[in-house]
T-cell receptor, first 114, second 113 residues
Framework: AQKITQTQPGMFVQEKEAVTLDCTYD???????LFWYKQPSSGEMIFLIY??????QNATEGRYSLNFQKARKSANLVISASQLGDSAMYFC???????????FGAGTRLAVHP | DVKVTQSSRYLVKRTGEKVFLECVQD?????MFWYRQDPGLGLRLIYF???????EKGDIPEGYSVSREKKERFSLILESASTNQTSMYLC????????????FGQGTRLTVV
């Protein structure tokens, strides 16, 4: 079974609008962490935001926020006020329990239009 | 500044060759990882190492081996390269803490002909 599912292969958004990128996960461990990364066309992986399973509040980092719904096992990334530079691949990843390895989803390609 | 360096950005190798991909980190991280990235499949874990000389198989270890003789260096070895190993390979490293992110190298695009 897929541990991390990103159901949107591609998304479009108009500049200055908000966009939500979906991520659902599958784990039976009560302790886990969720990460979002951005990969521009240049190829580097840029860490964006982290959410721990025991965190009481949704994580936020500048224009990035996580809509964390634990019961639904979803951790959607919200990008507010999209910019042209936000055009990239976005990956959701999870680590479980005491394990340090990260398991990634298939990614979502976001295109921001002027 | 945090740095994970992969030895090559682009590599072209022949079928059957033994291929070494090298990765060095300068952050004293305990954990190091090798992923391959293919369109539509995301990043898939090949191997990871949580300490010197320690390694664990990831999801797709077949056809690969690894070596970690020093803490800062993690090598991925393709014993006999095949065309289906043509891919982007990404190395990453991470501290032991649960909420710490992984830092990635710039990637090596390997083509096996």
């Amino acid at each position: 079974a897929q541990k991390i599912t990103q159901t949107q292969p591609g998304m479009f958004v108009q500049e200055k609008e908000a966009v939500t990128l979906d991520c659902t996960y599958d784990t039976s461990d009560p302790s886990y962490g969720l990460f979002w990364y951005k990969q521009p066309s240049s190829g580097e992986m840029i860490f964006l935001i982290y959410q721990g399973s025991y965190d009481q509040q949704n994580a936020t980092e500048g224009r990035y926020s996580l809509n964390f719904q634990k019961a639904r096992k979803s951790a959607n990334l919200v990008i507010s006020a999209s910019q042209l530079g936000d055009s990239a691949m976005y990956f959701c990843a999870m680590r479980e329990g005491g394990d340090n390895k990260l398991i990634f989803g298939a990614g979502t390609r976001l295109a921001v239009h002027p | 500044d945090v740095k994970v360096t992969q030895s090559s950005r682009y590599l072209v190798k022949r079928t059957g060759e033994k291929v070494f991909l090298e990765c060095v980190q300068d952050m004293d991280h305990e954990n190091m990882f090798w992923y391959r990235q293919d369109p539509g499949l995301g990043l898939r874990l090949i191997y990871f190492s949580y300490d010197v000389k320690m390694k664990e198989k990831g999801d797709i270890p077949e056809g690969y081996s690894v070596s970690r003789e020093k803490k800062e260096r993690f090598s991925l070895i393709l014993e006999s390269a095949s065309t289906n190993q043509t891919s982007m390979y990404l190395c990453a490293s991470k501290w032991q803490g649960m909420n710490t992110e992984a830092f990635f190298g710039q990637g090596t695009r390997l083509t096996v002909v």
